[in-house]
């Protein structure tokens, strides 16, 4: 387990969460990933679906609930209350996946995201956490960042200081199997009123079928997407 807040059966409960938002798990495979004994795995798992903290797939595995995008919404966040509508909207529009991710640390978390129905598609879990070294997120969220932030994040980077630099000149980032094998995103910065950026809006789905420049069909509808959230952060 992580950090220990003294309450046991909350850090248990904040444990099991943290492992199905990785990825979906069966019984069998929480117990493994938390070291938490069988019975107590059951247990806190079941309780957190009955709050809607947790919810069950087709395959039986638990993943986040509904209850968790709930509660971010029900404060005072005005990206994440315009997240579904932008990310629904842009889904429409590209017929591909959307998402939005904020950065944290070396990782950057997807926040929202807006998933096709069927067929072949990149999925990214609400809760996912994704490294800052790959992807056209990555690249949006470190090309504004500090320098002395970039320079520590190039070490170990599938992207260059070059390929950084033209994300800032054009104003959006593509990738192909930069994160994931077979997989092409493009993606563009969110800003506050300040002009800060603070997350970054994607769109991504199989290089078979966005090709090897998918910005040529996705950076425009990208952009909007990411100045609507801009717009809705500036009230």
Do not use: F, N
């Not at 248990?12 to 070291?35: D, E, F």
């Not at 709050?51 to 995008?69: M, T």
């Not at 509660?71 to 932008?86: F, I, N, Q, T, Y």
């Not at 992807?135 to 070490?155: H, I, K, R, T």
């Amino acid at each position: 387990m992580g950090q220990s807040s003294g309450i046991g059966v909350l850090d248990k409960a904040v444990t099991i969460l943290h492992a199905t938002a990785r990825s979906p798990m069966g019984l069998a495979a929480l117990v493994v990933t938390t070291g938490l004994p069988r019975a107590t795995v059951h247990r806190i798992a079941v309780a957190l679906e009955t709050h809607r903290l947790l919810a069950r797939d087709a395959d039986g595995r638990w993943a986040p609930g509904p209850a968790l995008g709930e509660l971010a919404r029900s404060g005072p966040d005005a990206l994440l209350a315009e997240a579904d509508r932008v990310l629904g909207r842009l889904r429409d529009q590209t017929g591909e996946s959307a998402q939005l991710y904020r950065r944290i640390g070396s990782e950057r978390i997807c926040i929202a995201a807006s998933e096709l129905p069927q067929g072949l598609r990149d999925t990214v879990p609400v809760g996912t956490r994704l490294p800052m070294t790959a992807g056209s997120g990555a690249q949006v969220l470190a090309a504004w960042s500090a320098p002395d932030d970039v320079a520590a994040l190039l070490g170990g980077a599938a992207y260059s200081a070059r390929v950084l630099a033209d994300v800032r000149r054009r104003g959006y980032a593509q990738s192909v199997a930069e994160r994931a094998q077979g997989v092409a995103s493009v993606s563009a910065p969110v800003r506050d009123a300040g002009g800060t950026v603070v997350a970054a809006v994607s769109v991504s789905g199989p290089v078979d079928r966005l090709g090897r420049r998918p910005a040529a069909v996705l950076a425009g509808p990208v952009l909007a997407a990411a100045t609507a959230l801009g717009r809705a952060i500036a009230g």
